[in-house]
């Protein structure tokens, strides 16, 4: 940005700041809003990028005092003498427009969502070019947040590639299930993927009070004869669902469900949650979807006349998500990563023989939102300076 301030005046008894900028338009800015965010070393600790100022010392109800201006900075003078400036492009990208909130909010969560059903061109990588390169470690996380799912391809067939990736973003999730978890068949299996049996689409973990965000899916070995991966998109499920059953959409996104998930693996554990399957924002849209049938609970905390009706509508949502239109089906081969939004794209698997040794091995892990976002926003920063952004050591 290369803002120019043409004039800033005080306005509404001086509680205002008016700025009308050299290219067009103007922007408004509250008094105790600029006041609070002074960028002196006295309000503000620029080493950390976090308010020194104490709220309890703020006057919600200050004026400005003294005003002046020039091409590229506004200087205040308030009561008590206190001082401050605020640089035209640090203005101008907090303008409180709803253009321009729209405009922030958009670079700093990418909310861009793409649909997709069996028609669905598999996004994909090289996982190595991902672990080297910031373009293409921006164009994995990028795409994942707007497709909600990339393959990354040329993994070496054994364990530990996934904690690379875990490396290159930040940290894993640590769950229950350790920091990175094996797909395969097991003896007294402590969860339904650890069988050779079909799952049918879930998403992972919502016994947890905050699912993990992205799973990380990386095929070491597979079967020959079953074994294939199902994927289809919630949210897309969750329009289609809005469309042609309303008050199904209305029930699993108003009905709290119980979930639960009791054993032992990291650590012994017994955890209880509830959510609701279809979780929507204050403005309604779909931001997450939570449903297992295998750890939803028996227990059921509604009155009796909501049971049938929450079934009845669960039905149709799993019957929506196995329709053919809407599924993709794929296989996994050694050395395939997937990646995917654990709170938008549902998965299953199909069943395959179980036999004396172990066919199909997948490992498995978990990452958060938090932090993919977090690499998200560095990457964007270097890839627009044209150089590399700063990480971990992979060695």
């Known amino acids: 940005m290369d803002c120019i301030i043409q004039k800033a005046e005080a306005l509404d008894g001086a509680h205002l700041l008016q700025v009308i900028w050299d290219e067009g338009g103007k922007s408004l800015y509250p008094a105790v809003w600029l006041r609070d965010n002074c960028q002196c070393s006295d309000c503000y600790l620029d080493s950390a990028k976090a308010r020194k100022l104490l709220l309890e010392a703020l006057d919600v109800n200050i004026t400005i005092k003294g005003l002046t201006f020039d091409r590229k ?3 205040i003078t308030w009561p ?3 001082y401050s400036e ?3 492009d640090w203005l101008k990208k907090r303008c409180f427009s709803q253009q321009a909130r729209a405009k922030l909010q958009s670079e700093l969560f990418w909310p861009e969502c793409q649909y997709w059903d069996a028609e669905l061109q598999l996004p994909t990588l090289d996982f190595e070019e991902v672990l080297k390169n910031d373009e293409d470690t921006y164009k994995w996380l990028s795409t ?4 909600g799912i990339v393959r990354l391809t040329g993994a070496a067939d054994k364990r530990g590639e996934i904690a690379k990736l875990g490396k290159r973003i930040g940290f894993l999730y640590l ?9 395969q068949d097991k003896i007294d299996a402590n969860n339904v993927a650890y069988t050779t049996g079909k799952l049918s689409f879930h998403t992972d973990y919502p016994a947890l009070h905050h699912p993990p965000g992205i799973q990380l899916l990386h095929c070491i070995k597979q079967t020959v004869t079953g074994g294939d991966s199902e994927i289809v998109d919630g949210f897309n499920v969750c329009r289609k669902l809005k469309e042609k059953n309303p008050q199904a959409f209305q029930i699993l996104s108003s009905t709290f469900v119980d979930f639960t998930d009791i ?5 012994d554990f017994s955890v209880q949650s509830k959510h609701k399957i279809i979780e929507l924002d204050d403005n309604g849209q779909v931001i997450r979807i939570n449903f ?3 750890t939803r609970d028996t227990i059921f905390d509604v009155s009796v006349e909501r049971v049938q009706p929450f079934y009845a509508a669960l039905r149709d949502f799993v019957n929506l998500m196995n329709s053919k239109e809407l599924k993709f089906t794929f296989k996994m081969n050694p050395g395939d990563v997937i990646t995917f939004d654990n709170w938008r794209v549902l998965h299953g698997r199909r069943g395959y023989a179980a036999g004396t040794e172990i066919t199909r091995h997948l490992e498995g892990a978990y990452a958060d939102w938090d932090v993919v976002l977090s690499r998200l ?3 964007r920063r270097g890839v627009r300076r044209g150089v590399q952004a700063a990480r971990p050591d992979l060695s």
């Open 263 to 267: 054993g032992v693996d990291y650590c």
């Open 292 to 294: 297992n049938n295998a």
């Open 144 to 147: 994942l947040k707007k497709v």
């Open 377 to 379: 926003r560095l990457l």
């Open 86 to 88: 605020f640089e035209a």
């Open 80 to 82: 008590h003498k206190h």
């Open 73 to 75: 900075k506004v200087y």
């Open 175 to 183: 769950t229950f299930y350790g920091h990175t978890w094996q797909v």
